[in-house]
């Protein structure tokens, strides 16, 4: 049984910084692009990182790029989120998911091309 889960998240304040972790189960990511998503308060999931399977391209959200860092340890099956300079809009539930099929290596920011999701963990940003 394929399972992503996160953690690292918490309450912050703006300026701050947060590492979130996702460890995947059940099968080896090697192989596959990983993304991260947020969801906001009263908003849609939104792309905020992704990585192909090896590392070798990345992508970010206008929103976060210069302050976010997307990397991962495929021996440990392991994505990674770096955040500084964090912000109070930066607040939401994060989530990470990982690509199965269609073209699974490559690094996507459509949501629809992501197949599992972890449960997500909550990010707060005080002013």
């Known amino acids: 049984q394929v399972q992503l889960v996160e953690s690292g998240g918490g309450l912050v304040q703006a300026g701050g910084s947060l590492r979130l972790s996702c460890v995947g189960s059940?099968?080896?990511?090697?192989?596959?692009?990983m993304g991260w998503f947020r969801q906001g308060p009263g908003k849609e999931r939104e792309f905020v990182a992704t990585?192909?399977?090896?590392?070798?391209?990345?992508d970010y959200a206008d929103s976060v790029r210069g302050r976010f860092t997307i990397s991962r340890d495929n021996a440990k099956n392991t994505v990674y989120l770096q955040m500084n300079s964090l912000k109070p809009e930066d607040t939401a539930v994060y989530y990470c998911?990982?690509?199965?099929?269609?073209?699974?290596?490559?690094?996507?920011?459509?949501?629809?091309?992501?197949?599992?999701w972890g449960q997500g963990t909550q990010v707060t940003v005080s002013s």
């Open positions: 059940g099968r080896t990511f090697s192989s596959n692009a």
């Open positions: 998911a990982v690509r199965i099929t269609g073209y699974y290596w490559y690094a996507s920011d459509r949501r629809d091309d992501y197949d599992y």
């Open positions: 990585i192909t399977w090896n590392g070798g391209s990345l």
